[in-house]
């Protein structure tokens, strides 16, 4: 996931069973103040993609914007409106960077 700007995590939710979730090296390794809730964000983030992705199987409802939702994390300002940024935003209150 190096060199793609602002990615903290992606998933394959044709992969097994269940899918993987995968959680950058940079987040992971980060020595931020905030690294532990950026891994448990990504994580609950991509896991909420691949249930939508389970869910919701045709594009293009898969780990798309939805129109209810605000896009733009209101904290962070950060733009993304996927299910998983949702539940992201659902249990932290906010999407999770290391700092």
Do not use: W
């Not at 044709?14 to 448990?40: C, I, L």
């Not at 129109?67 to 996927?82: H, K």
């Amino acid at each position: 996931m190096s060199g793609v700007p602002g990615a903290a995590g992606n998933n394959d939710p044709g992969f097994g069973k269940n899918g993987k979730v995968f959680v950058s090296q940079e987040v992971y390794t980060s020595r931020g103040a905030n690294v532990r809730n950026a891994v448990f964000g990504t994580y609950a983030h991509e896991v909420g993609n691949i249930l939508d992705a389970k869910i919701n199987p045709n594009p293009p409802n898969y780990e798309s914007n939805y129109p209810n939702a605000n896009p733009v994390d209101p904290v962070t300002g950060v733009l993304d409106g996927d299910a998983g940024a949702n539940v992201e935003r659902c249990v932290f209150g906010s999407l999770q960077y290391p700092s």
